[in-house]
Nanobody
């Protein structure tokens, strides 16, 4: 069992930056690929970014490439999402997710564990 707790959300203006963090419990964190997803009101949850377990390969949805950076610290059981140049369309609840395999994925169904979410609101 893995528990995930996100933090770092908030209300910012367009062009600002935020850093989301996700703290994971369990001794197998380093063997799990991790992902960030987001869900805006009235929309489905969508993929944002993912990182593999140990090699550190990353993958982003097109709309955040060059603005967001996912990283992980296996010694601290954390994964982060640095978000720069935020836009109003980035407004959503952001969720951290863990996959019980080391290879990254952009599919929601590939992730077994989810955090409770943290709200990011970007004003124009």
């Amino acid at each position: 069992q893995v528990q995930l707790v996100e933090s770092g959300g908030g209300l910012v203006q367009a062009g600002d930056s935020l850093r989301l963090s996700c703290a994971a419990s369990g001794r197998t964190f380093s063997s799990y690929a991790m992902g960030w997803f987001r869900q805006a009101p009235g929309k489905e949850r969508e993929f944002v970014a993912a990182i593999s377990a140990t090699v550190g390969s990353t993958y982003y949805t097109d709309s955040v490439k060059g603005r967001f950076t996912i990283s992980r610290d296996n010694a601290k059981n954390t994964v982060s999402l640095q978000m720069n140049s935020l836009r109003p369309e980035d407004t959503a609840e952001y969720y951290c997710a863990a996959r019980t395999l080391p290879h990254l994925s952009g599919r929601k169904s590939d992730y077994a564990y989810w955090g409770q979410g943290t709200q990011v609101t970007v004003s124009s």
